[in-house]
């Protein structure tokens, strides 16, 4: 199972971003998604999830800003990020637990190549 996200650049403080993150290969069944960011000198941290039945959970900093929904159809999570602050500036990551076919039934916590939102004040 293979993530591509796709989304992020350059904004300006209060602006709004998109973020899609899609899932590839031999896909039995993806539970759990999210987005990851991780900011220069920073611990990677979680900031938002959404579960197959769309049950969403958001980090405290970005609650009412940002908005996760997914795709099950499209295999695909997306984040909408609204009144973006500098602090938002970080390398995003999206990530999905997911179950593959390998000749076997194989589990995966599989992660995106990440990928730069910038905010400017």
């Known amino acids: 199972v293979q993530l591509q996200a796709s989304g992020g650049g350059l904004v300006q403080a209060g602006g709004s971003l998109g973020l899609s993150c899609a899932a590839s290969?031999?896909?039995?069944?993806?539970?759990?998604m999210g987005w990851y960011r991780q900011a220069p000198g920073k611990q990677r941290e979680l900031v938002a999830s959404?579960?197959?039945?769309?049950?969403?959970n958001y980090a405290d900093s970005v609650k009412g800003r940002f908005t996760i929904s997914r795709d099950n159809a499209k295999n695909t999570v997306y984040l909408s990020m609204d009144s973006l602050k500098p602090e938002d500036t970080a390398v995003y990551y999206c990530?999905?637990?997911?179950?593959?076919?390998?000749?076997?039934?194989?589990?995966?916590?599989?992660w995106g190549q990440g990928t730069l939102v910038t905010v400017s004040s």
């Open positions: 990530n999905a637990a997911a179950t593959g076919w390998r000749k076997v039934l194989v589990e995966y916590d599989a």
């Open positions: 290969g031999s896909i039995v069944s993806i539970n759990a």
């Open positions: 959404i579960t197959k039945d769309g049950r969403t």
